[in-house]
């Protein structure tokens, strides 16, 4: 990239970013310092656009151009393997739409949501510095190593860049993030599904749908995309309507009326079934369904915050934040707040995407920027929004929705005095309307995040689209949500079963064999039995379960996250860019200070509610002195254990974490002493014959 | 102006035939004939099923 792409070059577009970059600077200064009763919204998106825009202007250009050094004329895989499927040269804004619909999923909307029990400031502050600094660089330098390796993946890159140490850490990491995300994202599920007949009847209807979008794609007229989506979202939005009249109808609503613990086995048997039945039945028809309905409802939501502008009314900061002791999830701003955002500001898992799946696609090197980076910057914003649907709700019902019921009480009075002395008032007979209003019994002790951001989003729009409706956008937002959690989990249980296959076959052979059906029941078994125990745990949990697997979901991403972050950085160095490694070194570093600190605070705190160890000794203690109510000491045993080895799981994500970035250092320091080091595995210089201005759509 | 419209239309329109797939199996139609003329292509339900199978085997959505 020539000097010259560096600076604005004529005054007028010097001007323009110096107000972008002053605009962007007053809403962030605005928001840290307002004090009062309430901030609008939009100084939210203003100040998050602004930082986008310069960051995406300035530094990511200049990534580009000075430590990536990209090379518009070198011929990318897509360009040298061109295959006609999953290597193929496409238009920069197809790419841009296929890297976002992929990496967009249900954690930047789910963990921000989480995050405001701390108050609005920390996670916000968090999602921009995060993105701009950590996430789009991360997910654009691994783009950019991957597309010079023939779009090798994540794993690979570790293995023949690091060594073999490297590889097996990044192959098990992946591995085990997958198991306690889909465990998480489960438990989010049957928080917003259980005792709700609606939800759950519209969610079970959203099965035979797939289906037959499915049967109608590849049997009655196949490929046709389009119009078998358009056809499955009419009958998804039947089924939102069908949801209501179940609910309204006596004699059937009892059907649907389910407690967690049969939601969680509905999750694990379904992901069982999806895993195993062929991708195109029900799988790959989901997908199309549930990223047609992600896009259209981030663009409604964001439509609708500027159209109604509302009020954030969540405080700045909440007591939370220094006592540590915030009701969904134990712990303090330092280092939970970082644990916790989790994907809205930096993803370990993007790295999975970006490397191996999209460089197949990129015409051109010079797109990275745009692809890696800004798509990575939507999503931030994401998080934004889910930031203010969260805010935008009354503390008090923001609070009374999310906390426990082992927090706060079974009953709504107690819940709603504890939360009212938090400093939160809200009242049982506004829990009760609201309820109504959404067409739920009732809506305390709801963890997890979903069903809080449903209504936040629902009076959003019912607040821009008039007030009506109010319980048919709180349907359709959880539908929407459960939708593609459920594509992240099989999807995630079917990549997951693969992974176990090739980990599993280093020790006995017969069981890699991916085109062998009993192999694959067996593995998918196994691989779901693992995620669903630590649902099952999550379930039985008196602390709501969020307060355990979520610390433990934000760690594995990041110790994802700083495995990428090592490999990059190790390639800079190889690459003689040892004076810019920092630009992947500073997001690696903080990481690296942040999940171990939460690694060892989630293990080793002396408050039960925070380390596990402690958690497990404390509820052995009570159960041997028999203190605990029947109920509680039946399940206490299985606690016991499942808190044990959370800890572990812990302890080993900080384990591998430092191996990487030991091997990392140590290869560095033997590169710089002039020792022999695994060369770069950059493939050769292609020069390419595509115009890349007429990779445009062209049928 | 209208021809304007209908061309912003028909780009819109051919964006997201390509951004969603629906339009990739002409497209290879499109890179058989050249790359591999001569050789029977697949039909548009085997292209269809094979594809979904491969993106299916890796990560292609995240969390």
Same mark, same amino acid.
């Given at each position: 990239m020539p000097q010259a792409a560096l600076m604005p070059r004529t005054t007028p577009s010097k001007l323009i970013w110096l107000a972008i970059a002053v605009g962007g600077a007053s809403a962030i200064g605005g928001i840290a310092l307002h004090r009062g009763e309430s901030i609008n919204a939009i100084w939210f998106v203003a100040a998050a656009i602004c930082t986008y825009l310069v960051a995406y202007r300035f530094y990511a250009a200049w990534i580009c151009a000075r430590v990536l050094v990209l090379d518009e004329t070198r011929a990318t895989p897509a360009e040298r393997f061109n295959n006609g499927r999953d290597f193929v040269p496409t238009n920069r804004w197809v790419t841009f739409g296929h890297h976002f619909a992929a990496i967009a999923g249900p954690g930047p909307l789910i963990g921000p949501t989480l995050a405001m029990q701390f108050g609005y400031l920390p996670g916000t502050l968090w999602i921009l510095a995060g993105a701009v600094l950590g996430g789009c660089v991360q997910d654009m330098v691994i783009m950019f190593c991957s597309t010079r390796r023939d779009g090798r993946s994540l794993g690979q890159m570790a293995r023949d860049e690091l060594g073999p140490l490297g590889g097996w850490a990044a192959m098990i990491g992946t591995m085990l993030i997958m198991l306690i995300l889909i465990a998480v994202l489960g438990l989010v599920i049957v928080n917003a599904m259980k005792h709700s007949p609606w939800a759950t009847s519209t969610v079970l209807g959203t099965i035979p749908v797939a289906m037959l979008i499915g049967i109608y794609m590849r049997g009655i007229r196949p490929g046709r995309v389009l119009e078998g989506s358009l056809i499955g979202i009419a009958l998804l939005l039947v089924c939102v309507i069908g949801g209501g009249w179940v609910d309204h109808n006596e004699a059937i609503r009892g059907m649907f009326d389910w407690s967690g613990e049969s939601v969680a086995w509905f999750v694990m048997i379904y992901g069982f079934a999806a895993a195993t039945l062929?991708? !195109? +039945?029900l799988l790959a028809p989901r997908d199309y369904l549930s990223t047609f309905l992600k896009l259209g409802v981030v663009f409604l939501l964001a439509a609708s915050i500027l159209i109604l502008a509302p009020e954030m009314k969540?405080?700045? %900061?909440?007591?939370f934040a220094g006592n540590g002791m915030g009701p969904i999830f134990k712990g303090s701003l330092f280092p939970f707040v970082f644990i916790t955002v989790?994907? *809205?500001? @930096? &993803?370990? %898992?993007h790295a999975l995407v970006s490397s191996g799946t999209t460089p197949k696609l990129l015409a051109n090197e010079r797109d990275i920027r745009m692809i890696g980076y800004g798509s990575m910057a939507l999503e931030s914003l994401v998080g934004i929004m889910a930031v203010i649907a969260a805010c935008v709700l009354d503390p008090g019902v923001y609070f009374a929705i999310n906390s426990p019921a082992g927090v706060v009480g079974k009953e709504a009075t107690a819940a709603v005095q504890a939360i009212t002395q938090w400093g939160f008032p809200v009242t049982v007979d506004q829990m009760e309307a609201l309820a109504r209003e959404v067409g739920e019994k009732t809506l305390f002790a709801r963890t997890g995040g979903a069903p809080s951001l449903a209504v936040g989003m629902a009076t959003i729009f019912s607040g821009t689209f008039g007030n009506a409706l109010l319980s048919m956008w709180y349907h359709f937002a959880i539908m929407f949500e459960v939708l593609f959690i459920l594509t992240t989990l099989d999807a995630g249980t079917r990549v997951g079963r693969f992974m176990l296959q090739d980990i599993l076959k280093h020790f !006995?052979?017969? @069981?890699?064999?991916? &085109? &062998?059906y009993p192999m694959t029941v067996a593995a998918s078994f196994v691989f779901v039995a693992a995620w669903g125990y630590f649902l099952w745990q999550g379930v039985k949990?008196? +602390? *709501? *379960?969020v307060n355990i697997l979520w610390p433990l979901f934000g760690i594995s991403n990041q110790l994802l996250a700083g495995i990428a972050l090592s490999v990059a950085t190790g390639i800079l160095v190889k690459m003689g860019k040892a004076k810019y490694a920092w630009v992947t070194g500073l997001p690696l570093t903080w990481l690296a200070i942040i999940c171990t600190s939460a690694s060892v605070e989630k293990v080793f705190s002396p408050n039960p509610a925070i380390g596990f160890l402690s958690g497990a000794a404390s509820l052995a203690e009570k159960l041997a002195a028999g203190t605990l109510p029947p109920e509680r000491a039946a399940v206490a045993p299985q606690l016991i254990v499942g808190q044990q080895i959370d800890a572990a799981l812990a302890l080993f994500f900080a384990v591998v974490l430092w191996i990487v970035i030991i091997d990392m250092l140590r290869m560095s320091l033997r590169m710089r002493a002039g020792k022999p080091v695994p060369p770069l595995s950059e493939a050769g210089y292609v020069r390419t014959t595509l115009d890349p201005d007429l990779v445009a759509v062209s049928h | 102006m209208r021809t304007k419209l209908n061309g912003l239309a028909g780009g819109l329109w051919r964006y997201l035939r390509e951004a969603t797939g629906d339009d990739a199996y002409e497209r290879y139609l499109d890179h058989h004939r050249a790359a591999h003329a001569g050789e029977a292509p697949l039909t548009r339900a085997q292209y269809y099923t094979k594809r979904q199978q491969e993106k299916w085997s890796g990560i292609t959505r995240c969390c």
């Open positions: 062929p991708v !195109w +039945l969540m405080p700045a %900061f909440t007591q989790a994907c *809205g500001a @930096i &993803s370990g %898992f !006995w052979k017969p @069981i890699g064999d991916v &085109s &062998s949990d008196p +602390l *709501g *379960g | -």
